[in-house]
T-cell receptor, first 113, second 110 residues
Framework: KAGVTQTPRYLIKTRGQQVTLSCSPI?????VSWYQQTPGQGLQFLFE???????NKGNFPGRFSGRQFSNSRSEMNVSTLELGDSALYLCASSLERSNSPLHFGNGTRLTVT | SQQGEEDPQALSIQEGENATMNCSYKTSINNLQWYRQNSGRGLVHLILIRSNEREKHSGRLRVTLDTSKKSSSLLITASRAADTASYFCASDYGNNRLAFGKGNQVVVIP
């Protein structure tokens, strides 16, 4: 079974631009979560989707948005990029959130210059 | 130990030694999970312990959960160089999100 796939692996953008990151979950997994990882803040929850519905959202500004498609694939978008958005963005999927572990992709490394 | 506010801990041990990491959480949980992360890569799930369990084993891993103290520990026995990684605990409060600790960086010296 293929794991969680995130594309692209690396991105370099300049301030003010916008970016879209993609995540393909493990086949059969309907829950997709996104996390931002930085050295200073650690792993911070962005949002979680299940069957195309956002069930929970972290404490991030409205510039961060996401969506999930009917095939469970998910995208997240960051508009008006800031230097502080430089981070490793991790996507994870699971069968169902209750008592199910997360399966993470290898992340997208975003650098904002 | 890990919790949301603390700085990451670093642990350096010799191959063959045991490594113990601690984690605390804030309120009642559904379960607590441990993950490993190798540099620059995604997290790998290691073990999940439910709130009604006190101890769980998986290979060389042993996890304990003390709900009265709101804490958990991860023990890696007979460590290997390949165990060098960052280890994170994550609390599941049942709200469709995990709250991760800051992580423990473990270096196993061959």
């Amino acid at each position: 079974k293929a794991g969680v796939t995130q594309t692209p692996r690396y991105l370099i953008k300049t301030r003010g631009q916008q970016v879209t990151l993609s995540c393909s979950p493990i086949s059969g997994h309907r829950s997709v979560s996104w996390y931002q990882q930085t050295p200073g803040q650690g792993l911070q929850f962005l949002f979680e989707y299940f069957s195309e519905t956002q069930r929970n959202k972290g404490n991030f500004p409205g510039r961060f948005s996401g969506r999930q498609f009917s095939n469970s694939r998910s995208e997240m978008n960051v508009s008006t990029l800031e230097l502080g958005d430089s981070a490793l963005y991790l996507c994870a999927s699971s069968l169902e959130r209750s008592n199910s572990p997360l399966h993470f992709g290898n992340g997208t490394r975003l650098t904002v210059t | 130990s890990q919790q949301g506010e603390e700085d990451p801990q670093a642990l350096s041990i010799q191959e063959g030694e045991n490594a113990t990491m601690n984690c605390s959480y804030k309120t009642s949980i559904n379960n607590l999970q441990w993950y490993r992360q190798n540099s620059g890569r995604g997290l790998v799930h290691l073990i999940l312990i439910r709130s009604n369990e006190r101890e769980k084993h998986s290979g060389r891993l042993r996890v304990t959960l003390d709900t009265s103290k709101k804490s958990s520990s991860l023990l890696i026995t007979a460590s290997r160089a390949a165990d060098t990684a960052s280890y994170f605990c994550a609390s599941d409060y049942g709200n469709n999100r995990l709250a991760f600790g800051k992580g423990n960086q473990v270096v196993v010296i061959p």
